[in-house]
């Protein structure tokens, strides 16, 4: 019997589709071209009123991704086993729980692994990776990419976005159902 291949999948932009994710690439440049900034780091909303900004943000992740159906078939059948791994602070652990029920993902994952205690996303992500001791993580953002790559023994997986399609990486994907499709064959 072949042995179930264990996925990591991030939230926004992998498993629930997120048309604002465009944005990153510009974001990304502004920061390092305007402000300086070369270090991977990532807001992380500190008073009430950025907390409530977060949350209307992470709103637009509405429906879930192209692929998402492959994911339950393949879940179903034995092939992956799947871990949600989501980078997303604990003022959104509601927000995250209602989606995933609302569009009948609840019940898909082993476990889910979200970022209560408001770490650095791309930290987080590295140390339940390590943890779970997955084969593959499946990641939209290319900041997280870069940092995540050469670390564990996890191949990491890049949904891009046309924007960042001409960047060099040798498993990249439009999105989600083309990276299954290659963990499928």
């Given at each position: 019997?072949?042995?179930?291949?264990?996925?990591?999948?991030?939230?926004?932009?992998?498993?629930?589709?997120?048309?604002?994710?465009?944005?990153?690439?510009?974001?990304?440049?502004?920061?390092?071209?305007?402000?300086?900034?070369?270090?991977?780091?990532?807001?992380?909303?500190?008073?009430?009123?950025?907390r409530i900004l977060w949350v209307v943000v992470h709103e637009s992740?509405?429906?879930?991704?192209?692929?998402?159906?492959?994911?339950?078939?393949?879940?179903?059948?034995?092939?992956?086993?799947?871990?949600?791994?989501?980078?997303?602070?604990?003022?959104?652990?509601?927000?995250?729980?209602?989606?995933?029920?609302?569009?009948?993902?609840?019940?898909?994952?082993?476990?889910?692994?979200?970022?209560?205690?408001?770490?650095?996303?791309?930290?987080?992500?590295?140390?339940?990776?390590?943890?779970?001791?997955?084969?593959?993580?499946?990641?939209?953002?290319?900041?997280?990419?870069?940092?995540?790559?050469?670390?564990?023994?996890?191949?990491?997986?890049?949904?891009?976005?046309?924007?960042?399609?001409?960047?060099?990486?040798?498993?990249?994907?439009?999105?989600?159902?083309?990276?299954?499709?290659?963990?499928?064959?």
């Open positions: 019997m072949k042995r179930k291949i264990r996925i990591g999948l991030d939230f926004d932009g992998v498993v629930a589709y997120n048309p604002f994710r465009i944005i990153r690439g510009p974001i990304k440049w502004f920061k390092r071209e305007f402000l300086g900034i070369k270090k991977v780091s990532f807001f992380v909303p500190r008073n009430w009123w950025q992740s509405v429906w879930p991704a192209t692929g998402v159906e492959r994911l339950r078939k393949m879940a179903a059948g034995g092939e992956v086993e799947a871990y949600l791994i989501t980078g997303r602070f604990g003022l959104l652990e509601d927000n995250l729980y209602g989606w995933l029920k609302r569009n009948r993902l609840d019940k898909l994952f082993k476990s889910i692994k979200m970022n209560k205690q408001s770490e650095q996303p791309h930290e987080f992500k590295l140390k339940v990776v390590k943890q779970l001791d997955l084969d593959i993580y499946v990641e939209d953002n290319l900041d997280v990419v870069e940092y995540l790559h050469g670390k564990t023994r996890t191949k990491i997986y890049w949904i891009y976005n046309f924007l960042d399609r001409s960047h060099p990486y040798p498993d990249k994907f439009p999105y989600l159902d083309e990276a299954l499709k290659k963990i499928g064959s």
